[in-house]
T-cell receptor, first 117, second 110 residues
């Protein structure tokens, strides 16, 4: 158990719909990361938040957005869903962007599997 | 981001050592070498990381070439549970996110 909690574990929806994925980081972790894993693209970094602020952006579509709340949990919003958005979405957390006294390792949740029909 | 090159797949026998290679010829002086693995149907998990010196932990050892252009993850005695995709990732000390490549899919035969 990594200590990172993601909900829901599975989600089935239709094209054009909007969904929200939720992530609770490990206690004390300030950074949250979102990744998308599909069969053909592998693990793709989407976005990172640190203590409520966006810190780094990867291959995140404009239809997707995320935020990190004051209690440090994060949500990934996916809108106007397309078939190609079907994937596993992972959340990870770490202590901070740069922490010289820690390994800085990322702890990943078990993922949310999104199926768009 | 500096790139890494890994074999697509490797096979090992149970109870034998496994050496997983990674080439990173464009590594910069501030890049740490990280290894993660992803077991089937799970999220990635941290294995080990290092900068210049070889590193050991309870899961594995990391051998880093003197010029840092390559490294090797060593699993001392492979078990069936070690079957996973292993990712070698370069990460700047100031960078939080990890950029994953395709990794090496390790199969372990009983």
């Amino acid at each position: 158990d990594s200590g990172v909690t993601q909900t829901p574990k599975h989600l089935i929806t239709a094209t054009g719909q909007r969904v929200t994925l939720r992530c609770s980081p490990r206690s004390g972790d300030l950074s949250v990361y979102w990744y998308q894993q599909s069969l053909d693209q592998g693990l793709q970094f989407l976005i990172q938040y640190y203590n409520g602020e966006e810190r780094a952006k990867g291959n995140i579509l404009e239809r997707f957005s995320a935020q990190q709340f004051p209690d440090l949990h994060s949500e990934l919003n996916l809108s106007s869903l397309e078939l190609g958005d079907s994937a596993l979405y992972f959340c990870a957390s770490s202590v901070g962007v740069r922490s010289p006294t820690h390994t800085g390792e990322l702890f990943f949740g078990e993922g949310s599997r999104l199926t768009v029909l | 981001d500096a790139k890494t090159t890994q074999p697509n797949s490797m096979e090992s026998n149970e109870e034998e050592p496994v050496h997983l290679p990674c080439n990173h010829s464009t590594i910069s002086g501030t890049d740490y070498i990280h290894w993660y693995r992803q077991l089937p149907s799970q999220g990635p998990e941290y294995v080990i990381h290092g900068l210049t010196s070889n590193v050991n932990n309870r899961m594995a050892s990391l051998a880093i070439a003197e010029d840092r252009k390559s490294s090797t993850l060593i699993l001392h005695r492979a078990t069936l549970r070690d079957a996973a995709v292993y990712y070698c990732i370069l990460r700047d000390a100031s960078q939080g996110n990890l950029i994953f490549g395709k990794g090496t899919k390790l199969s372990v035969k009983p």
